[in-house]
């Protein structure tokens, strides 16, 4: 004997977990009527684009904003008990995403589907806010707080001057190959400068800059630290070096 969909009267599968409905009924029955787009906000560091993600920062690559997103839209109430498929536009999970494009623009628009018990329901809008906020560590290393290479440069036998414009021209052209979340902090001090860099390798680039430009060499040594705001020890290298 054939099974008919009490519903609509038409010949299905019986499935409980329809319900005993066919699939077009049950997708009726839990269609969301009047569902608008689900709006969801999300905060980006427009210096080196993590986003906020609970009360850490996290980098914005397609994986975590797709976890992001899911997390906030979970909340919602009107879609309790379904499940939410998200596209990204983005190839591989890894990839970063166009920051620029998530920082001229306030709002992102990304297609989602609802899902209940792997019946595809309806198709929805997600509609997200993007703020700007600085986060703690581009905050840390913009004052000079967070480094991870530091240069004390040391002024020997005079043209002190014109040794220290040199260096500082160093710094600006190392700087504007660097990317934008990378600062160099100098502190000038009697006979000579420390350099303060937030990136190992910029600062490995810059000393050997200095060291080729005056001909010299450097002491370096390297030390561990303890770093709050990422909650791990890094490694900080030092060097000296007289010009
Ligand atoms: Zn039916
Ligand atoms: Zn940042």
Redesign the pocket.
């Known amino acids: 004997m054939s099974y008919r969909?009490?519903?609509?009267?038409?010949e299905?599968v019986y499935s409980e977990e329809l319900e005993g409905?066919?699939?077009?009924?049950?997708r009726?029955k839990y269609k969301i009527h009047n569902l608008d787009k689900l709006r969801v906000n999300i905060k980006i560091c427009p210096i080196c684009g993590r986003v906020k993600f609970g009360d850490k920062w996290i980098r914005s690559n397609k994986k975590n904003l797709k976890q992001l997103i899911l997390s906030q839209v979970k909340k919602k109430k009107d879609i309790r008990g379904y499940n939410v498929i998200i596209e990204l536009n983005q190839t591989g999970d890894e990839t970063p995403l166009p920051l620029n494009q998530l920082l001229s623009d306030n709002f992102m628009i990304i297609p989602a589907t609802l899902y209940k018990k792997k019946i595809m329901i309806q198709a929805v809008m997600i509609e997200i806010k993007i703020t700007k906020q600085i986060c703690p560590l581009c905050h840390k290393k913009a004052s000079g707080k967070y480094y991870e290479y530091i240069i004390h440069v040391r002024f020997t036998g005079g043209r002190t001057k014109e040794k220290e414009t040199k260096v500082r021209e160093i710094i600006k052209s190392v700087l504007s190959h660097a990317k934008p979340d990378v600062f160099i902090d100098v502190k000038k001090i009697r006979k000579g400068i420390d350099i303060k860099i937030s990136d190992r390798k910029i600062g490995d680039r810059l000393l050997h800059r200095i060291i080729d430009t005056f001909n010299t060499d450097a002491r370096e040594y390297s030390e561990r630290r303890f770093e709050a705001s990422l909650n791990k020890h890094i490694v900080i290298k030092k060097a000296m070096v007289d010009i």
């Open positions: 969909c009490p519903r609509c009267g038409r299905t409905l066919c699939e077009d009924c049950f009726e």
